[in-house]
Structures are given as C-alpha cells and as structure tokens.
C-alpha cells in the first residue's frame, strides 16, 4: 500500500546535495537472447501529473543517471533524465509532478513530490537550449532516495558518445530494448515496469520530420526502433545490446556489452481509411501505430549533462 501524506516536496538548497556512490549491475544476458537486469527496472521512475481533477495519473517514465563530481569519482550527482514534453505542457513547466519508487522495505510505493518552478529557477532543472530537442534532466536528492526507496542509477559512462565507438558499431538491425511504465497496469502495490524489444531501424545523417496533432512539423535529431512505444512509456531509457555478433563478419569474444542509447520520444502513427455507409462525402481515418518508434539519441543526453551549465553546478555545489 502507498505511503501517506506528508509527502515530501523537494525544494532548491545548498544542502541539497550529499550524494550516493553508483550501484550498478548488469547481469549477463544470455546468447539466445536479452534478459533484462532487475537493476534496469529500479532505475526506472515512474512520472505521475495532476489532471483536472487534480489527481494524480500516470503520465510517462523517466530514469535515474549518476554523474561524478569533478575531481572526486566516488561521488555523484543524480539526476531525473525524461524527455521534455512529459515535464512541460505547451511549452511550460509543469507545477508539480510525482514521482513514484517501490520501497525497498516491504511491499508498497513511496511518493515524491516535485515542485519544478521552484527548481527550475535555482538552477536544478537543465534543458537543452534548443527548445525542439526533447530532454529534460532535473537534479535529485539521493540519500533521501536510497534511504527508502529500491533505486539505481545508471551510470553516465553508459551512454553513447557522438562520434561512436569503433569496437561497438551501432547499426541497423543492432538490439535495443526500453523499459518503462505501461499505462494500463501500472501496479497496486508496487510499480511494473514493461520492457519492449526490438531493432534499430534507421540511423541518418538528416533530421528526421517528426510530426504531432496540432503542432507544426519539426526537423529532430532522431534515431528509428523498429518497436512498438506506449504514451506512458514517453522518457524511457532505450538500451543498446551489443552481442556477439555486434560486428558483421565476426564473433566477438567475451560477454555482451550494454549502452544506453537514449530516450524514447514516441512512436509513428498511420492512418487507415474507415467507408461510411452515412455519406460519400465524409471521410473518416483510424490511426494506429507502424511499429516504428523515435528515440531522442544518448548522446544529447551526454551533452546535457556535461553542458558547461551543468559542469559550473556540480563544481559550485561539490
């Protein structure tokens, strides 16, 4: 069963910030396919936002990532990663979301409630400067999480860097899968994360058109999965699976490697036309999904969290 109010609210301060060491292991997934770790779920959070009713619903998934503090690798910041739009609402911050994390004591859930304005004006919201790339990463209190909460964080040296990495080429057909919160059963009592599996799909130089109902056609910086995406699964950690096999031609020795590749933005839609039998002259279109989802590229999300903004707050608040 949840916990009851009062519900923590986290504010800006000085004292904000004692930090956790990463605790991180990935498991070996087997030959004939991926597992996935149970250290992957607990650095899954859960984003709940009010509705009109001012209720809490679940809304989309976010992810714990650690970043050392310059000059003291035993030390981390950590970080709320997500994509931006599951934060803001035509255009702005959202007031306040919560957060949801299975206690790591006993069965149930523990709530923590973000006020983002005020975080977002002392400095512990960053975004990139470029409005149209989907990222958001918010600055989080980990003892006050590990303490109660069952989490992880994932560690920034697992993202993937722009230029690549010769020894791990990122391909089409390379393995990747997602976890995060599947709407129609989030859990009672604790949170079940939903894993989907796939292929990329398409890597290009060119932006990649992505298109939204009522907003006007944006050129991004994408990445294509050829794996079906859920609305709450929106600022999910997209993982890479490097197997054996990673390189054409060859068999690499030694166990899988896994990188996180990203954050999902959302999936593509195609219409299908419905004939109505009421008059020729309307026209009436079910939209599904292609199979096809974006994923907002690791790197940015590197990027972000080693901007100079992010350095100058990490040295300033060490």
Known sequence: MSTSSPLPRLLPSLNFLLVAVVVWS????????????????????????????????????????SVPVEGNEEQSFTYLVTARHVIESEGKMLPLVRLRFNKKEGVGVYHVNLDLAPLDAGGFVFQPDVASVDLSAVVLPAPQLNEIADVKTIPASMLI???????????????????GLFTPHVGNERNYPISRFGHVAMITDEKITWKERGVEPQELDLFLVETASYGGNSGAPLFIHFGADRTPGSIALGPPVLKLGGVVKGHFNGGREIVSVESDDTKQFSVHSVGISAVVPGYLVKELLFSDAAKAFRTKRK
């Open 26 to 65: 990935l498991g070996v997934p087997r030959l004939s396919g991926i597992t996935v770790s149970d250290d992957v779920n607990k650095a899954v959070v859960f984003i709940f936002a009010e509705n009109a009713a001012h209720q809490f619903v679940p809304h989309g998934t976010g992810f714990l990532v």
């Open 161 to 179: 860097d722009r230029e690549g990495d010769a020894d791990l080429p990122l391909s089409v057909g390379t393995e990747v899968f997602f976890t």
